[in-house]
């Protein structure tokens, strides 16, 4: 492992030490990863911006030696979009290796899912006649809407289910129109045996049964008329809609599971909020369903990849970065100390940076990771959350401790939910986190009474500075917001039908924003 990285530093080095970057931080003195620390301070997307930014509008050679061809898109933490720069020498060495690993799992454990083009529903592929490009030329995309073999050479790179009926939909639609598009591919993929859904993004495989009942009725028109969208396409299938249709009669609720009998795999990120919520999800979509995790990924890079069926780690992409890591309860500067890979411990949690031949360099990511095992020395990682705290009076909390806490008490109380967000209220003077839940069947109010008790009590568990505010009274014990089983998909549909890429509407656990918690609960912040 120790070997790899070091070839892997001296490689990204070599290549860019006459870019204007490598220049600055005199890429040609650096031997070792200890030269590349006190050369290079850890930096974010912020810091990049300047290079990038000039980068995009046409400028050479100022981060990579090669020019970029394509800009992923990114919102991150803040929504912002972001332009990763992508090019030739970096898809080669670091993404793709890395990509064709992570189909592995799904395509050996289910090979029959790639003996026809429509056993797979790819909800994330989402091609663009005409992207957006920036000052340069070049594509400004999300990772799921480039065609890898027209613009890198690789025609083995298109992913599953990218060559189904619905992938290019035969009718017009606008750009940003998500949901019509999403309702279009759903409408088709009725008719097909439909064998894996493909999401990386865990919500918008959540948001398939709800979308197959809010359409239901649209959906069971189009089959048997023969249209799409209201538009004539293809023969009329009354057999198929009145199948349907008895379908729907007799089980009451439509899932998954009796459109497509025969799913077997989801696949998709399985940790953070989602694992709260993926065995409910899962039995909609049949027994014995199985979810197989997606790489730990970013679109600035790769970080692990699953080789096995590992319910929620992947082993550390050694080959594809320099890769360092902070202490997750640590707060990240320029000059932070840094562990190699070698140095991780099973069990804790960490800041993940890395320096890579595409142009970023010892850049913090913004993701934490915890380390479940070794596998022949490699950390097996699992993404724990994005690296933003829930810090309203010193409390500190990271995502990854709040979903423990809360399958703590899930698991104490056998109650299910479908997702869960939270928040700081100032009430009467004092501060408290209010967890809207949306349960996945009924709730009690002594079953909540109770589970809102030992909550509080996983809470003051997992994060000592919590339980220190709870202590002094700074915070005081958290109260809960029973919502509508669907209020969650309601609220990922309205975010979709603003113009939000379904990729980029994911699962939020801290949102503080006061219009968009009204617009999940549908009450006022206090």
Same mark, same amino acid.
């Given at each position: ?36 620390? *006190? ?43 972001? *332009? ?16 064709? =690993? ?21 909800? *994330? ?6 992207? !957006? ?75 398939? !049964? ?86 730990? =990924?970013?679109?600035?890079? !790769? ?142 109010? =002594? ?21 220190? =505010? ?57």
């Amino acid at each position: 492992m120790r070997g790899q990285q070091q070839r892997v530093l001296a490689d990204l080095v070599d290549f860019n030490s006459g870019t204007e970057f490598g220049k600055q931080y005199g890429f040609d003195r650096i031997r070792d990863i200890d030269d590349l620390r *006190k050369a290079v301070p850890i930096q974010d997307y912020a810091a990049h911006a300047p290079l990038i930014e000039r980068t995009a509008a046409g400028e050479p050679n100022l981060l990579t030696a090669d020019r970029p061809v394509v800009y992923f898109t990114s919102s991150g933490s803040t929504g912002a979009h972001k *332009k990763i720069p992508i090019t030739p020498r970096f898809m080669r060495t670091t993404f793709f290796p890395f990509y064709y =690993a992570a189909w592995a799992p799904l395509l050996e454990s289910f090979p029959d899912i790639a003996q026809r083009p429509d056993a797979v529903l790819n909800l *994330k592929h989402d091609p663009l006649s005409a992207p !957006p490009t920036t000052a340069d030329g070049q594509p400004h995309v999300g990772a799921s809407q480039v065609d890898f073999g027209e613009k890198f050479g690789e025609p083995l790179s298109a992913e599953l289910g990218t060559a189904a009926p619905w992938a290019t939909l035969p009718v017009d639609v606008a750009p940003d129109d998500h949901l019509e598009k999403m309702y279009l591919r759903l409408r088709l993929a009725v008719q097909s045996d439909v064998r894996c859904l493909i999401g990386i993004n865990p919500a918008m495989i959540a948001a398939v !049964p709800y979308q197959l009942e809010l359409w239901w009725d649209r959906i069971v028109r189009d089959v048997r008329d023969g249209t799409l969208g209201g538009v004539p396409y293809g023969s009329p299938d009354p057999h198929r809609a009145a199948e349907l249709e008895r379908l729907a009669a007799y089980f009451g609720v439509v899932n998954p599971s009796q459109v497509w009998p025969r799913v077997r795999a989801l696949f998709g990120w399985t940790t953070g909020v989602a694992s709260l919520y993926l065995p409910a999800l899962r039995e909609r979509f049949g027994a014995g369903v199985q979810a197989l995790p997606a790489p730990v =990924a970013a679109s600035e890079g !790769p970080v692990g990849v699953p080789l096995d069926r590992h319910g929620s780690a992947g082993s550390l992409v050694v080959s594809a970065a320099v890769y360092e890591f902070v202490d997750a309860d640590a707060d990240l500067a320029p000059d932070t100390q840094t562990l190699l890979p070698h140095e991780l411990e099973v069990g804790r949690e960490y800041h993940v940076i890395f320096s890579h031949v595409g142009g970023l360099y010892r850049y913090a990511v913004g993701d934490v990771i915890r380390v479940e095992d070794l596998v022949d020395g490699v950390p097996r990682v699992a993404y724990a959350g994005r690296a933003n705290r829930s810090d309203a009076v010193g409390e500190r909390l990271r995502e990854s401790q709040v979903v423990r806490a809360l399958r703590t008490a899930l698991d104490a109380t056998g109650l299910g939910i479908s997702n869960v967000a939270c928040r700081v209220e100032r009430q009467a003077g004092a501060s408290h986190y209010v967890f809207a839940v949306a349960p996945h069947t009924s709730w009690q109010a =002594a079953e909540s009474s109770r589970f809102a008790v030992l909550l509080d009590a996983a809470l003051q568990r997992e994060s000592a500075d919590y339980r220190r =505010a709870r202590a002094d009274r700074r915070l005081c014990a958290p109260a809960l917001r029973l919502l509508d089983p669907t209020a969650f998909h309601q609220d990922w549909h309205a975010a979709v039908g603003s113009g939000i890429r379904p990729t980029q509407v994911k699962d939020r656990l801290f949102r503080q924003d006061d219009r968009l918690w009204q617009r999940l609960t549908g009450t006022t912040p206090a």
